[in-house]
């Protein structure tokens, strides 16, 4: 992946793990961006309810 990344020349990465029920990871939601930034509370925020959508989802899959 690292290779990848800088093929596509990413200078921002923000990632929220997705767990499930007992807390195993299974993957992140995250964003990229090629320009460098730092977010706000209201981005992590931002980034923190999809991601609790997505885990609910995935927890009621399994």
């Keep these: ?18 767990a499930d029920a007992g ?10 961006d090629r320009e460098p930034r730092r977010l706000r509370a209201r981005a992590v925020r931002a980034l923190q309810e999809p991601a609790a959508s997505a885990a609910e989802e995935l927890r009621r899959r399994t």
Excluded: S
């Design 23 to 32: 807390g195993h990871a299974l993957g992140t939601l995250c964003e990229l």
């Design 1 to 18: 992946m690292q290779g990848e990344c800088r093929e596509l020349h990413v200078r921002f990465y923000a990632g929220v793990p997705l």
